[in-house]
């Protein structure tokens, strides 16, 4: 049997936020309990591309040097272009406090303890670069 093949919550298993390339997890609680939380707002399964990263994998997708994903906060959520603005206020009902659509890309990333920093990015751009951190004051 694969190592962390088991499910942490009733719909997530820990090797869906593992490292995609060395297997390494990191799974901060809140970040799981968030997800499942929204999982049944949202009312149909969250596919995620990225969980945790290690420092290897997350330069080599050009990630934050900061990134949320190093520290197990983060996952990036398949949502199709056209529902990320919904999905995106469904994710902040439930707590978390980073998000950048990713459009086209069909992707959206959620993190926790984003401390009020919020990027977004323009419907048409992707790149982490490009971001544009707004700040939105404390979390209503
Ligand atoms: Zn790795
Ligand atoms: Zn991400």
Request: hydrophobic residues 40%.
């Amino acid at each position: 049997m694969q190592p962390n093949n088991i499910f942490v919550s009733p719909h997530f298993r820990l090797t869906e936020f593992q490292c995609r390339c060395c297997g390494c997890v990191k799974l901060h609680p809140e970040l799981l309990v968030k997800l499942e939380r929204l999982r049944d707002a949202w009312g149909s399964p969250l596919l995620l591309t990225s969980g945790f990263r290690c420092e290897k994998h997350n330069k080599k997708v050009n990630g934050a040097e900061a990134s949320l994903h190093l520290l197990g906060q983060a996952a990036d959520v398949v949502v199709l272009e056209e529902n990320q603005r919904e999905f995106m206020e469904a994710a902040e009902k439930e707590g978390f406090d980073q998000f950048i659509p990713y459009g086209k890309r069909n992707f959206v990333h959620l993190g926790i303890f984003g401390r009020d920093e919020r990027i977004s990015l323009p419907v048409n751009q992707h790149k982490w670069e490009m971001a544009v951190p707004v700040h939105a004051g404390a979390a209503a």
